[in-house]
């Protein structure tokens, strides 16, 4: 089931990039920003991550984090932030907990043959630790500025 506005967000304890687990948890009293993104430098994933990155000054301001989860590994998370100076934190979820429990780990098809791979979606989790916002099946261009706005939207 995907969790809704409203809805306590699902915790989830992941291994980070830059060598600690990241827990939801432990950002509680924050605004936190998940978004889901299917692979480490492809050409989508790469301009959602330099989006959320240049305009990581704005959400710091504001009190909020932003993680970014794919299933890729830590290395190739590594490897990722360091091609294109990546400054939002990544989690890896090789095993798929988050993606399951956030619904994005989805049945796709591409030139006719279907495959399991990651919807790309985005939760608002207020400070409180329910989600606030919810966008499926993001579109890159103009996505990291409405969820800033979303984000300065929030009550404080």
């Excluded at 360091?82 to 989805?106: F, I, P, R």
Aim: some cysteine; proline content about 7%.
């Amino acid at each position: 089931m995907t969790p809704n506005i409203g809805d306590p967000a699902p915790d989830f304890t992941l291994p980070g990039d830059r060598g600690a687990p990241l827990s939801l948890s432990s950002f509680l009293g924050r605004p936190v920003v998940v978004y889901f993104y299917p692979k480490d430098d492809t050409s989508g994933c790469t301009k959602e991550a330099i989006a959320f990155t240049e305009l990581l000054p704005e959400f710091t301001a504001r009190g909020a984090v932003v993680i970014g989860i794919s299933p890729d590994g830590i290395k190739a998370h590594e490897k990722f932030r360091a091609k294109y100076d990546l400054g939002v934190e990544l989690a890896s979820d090789a095993d798929k907990t988050a993606l399951a429990a956030y619904g994005v780990w989805v049945e796709k098809s591409m030139y006719g043959r279907t495959y399991m791979g990651v919807e790309r979606a985005t939760w608002l989790v207020g400070r409180d630790g329910r989600i606030a916002q919810v966008w499926r099946k993001v579109k890159v261009p103009g996505h990291a500025a409405a969820v800033l706005k979303a984000v300065e939207a929030l009550p404080a």
